[in-house]
């Protein structure tokens, strides 16, 4: 395994963590003459996780002190170690001309602005071949149901269910779709399509559904449960 070097402007990135990074890694958190090192790094209990990590309190005040001695590192690690890879963990784009010149000198090294970019990518899973994936949630958790495929991570249907095969068309749930159509209900139908309400999957009504429940795919309103409990 190759060695890499991580050196952090500690006076520019305050918040580091470094658990991601894989074994190769050696990091110096350079410290600012005014700041102090993570207290978890000082803690007998949290301190393992720094066992790779040397802390470098700079001794002086000053515009560039700690960036001069980031400098000094780079170059004492050219020296002694020119196989390895160096990155600068910094939002100063002061570091870049450096950088550039010592990258011509025959080193590796480049400068980051988070230890995302030095994290290994995350593996992702495969789905399974033929697996549908959810057009709602891009997610591959779907599951044959009622003639569709259901999305167990959204909780909606990837593809369409069978209409035969939902619970409100079972024969001891049915009711009949004919309503007596006097100018109230008319009225009511109207504002219930202006609202874009849901229709109920028992008796076929568009309605509020405060009280109701989704289940299987479809809605059952307060008055097809109250009617059903009995």
Not at 131 to 143: D, F, N
Request: glycine share 8%; aromatic share 8%.
């Amino acid at each position: 395994m190759s060695k890499k070097l991580l050196l952090v402007d500690f006076e520019n990135k305050q918040k580091v963590d470094l658990s991601r990074l894989d074994e190769g890694f050696r990091a110096i958190i350079f410290v600012g003459a005014s700041q102090n090192p993570p207290k978890a790094s000082r803690k007998q209990a949290t301190a393992h996780r720094f066992s790779r990590v040397d802390f470098l309190k700079i001794s002086g005040a000053g515009k560039n002190a700690l960036d001069f001695h980031i400098a000094f590192e780079l170059g004492r690690t050219f020296e002694t170690a020119p196989d390895t890879q160096c990155f600068v963990l910094s939002g100063d784009k002061g570091f870049d001309p450096l950088l550039k010149h010592l990258n011509g000198s025959g080193m590796q090294c480049r400068r980051v602005e988070s230890v995302d970019e030095l994290a290994p990518a995350p593996v992702v899973a495969t789905g399974v071949v033929g697996q549908i994936v959810c057009p709602h949630c891009r997610k591959a958790s779907t599951i044959p149901h009622h003639g569709g495929h259901w999305c167990s991570n959204c909780g909606r249907f990837a593809s369409p269910p069978d209409p035969s095969l939902l619970p409100s068309n079972r024969p001891e749930f049915r009711q009949s779709e004919q309503r007596h159509r006097n100018p109230f209900t008319r009225f009511m139908d109207a504002e219930r399509a202006r609202l874009n309400l849901p229709v109920c999957g028992w008796c076929h009504q568009q309605t509020d559904m405060t009280g109701g429940i989704y289940d299987d795919g479809e809605w059952m309103c307060g008055w097809c449960i109250s009617a059903h409990a009995r």
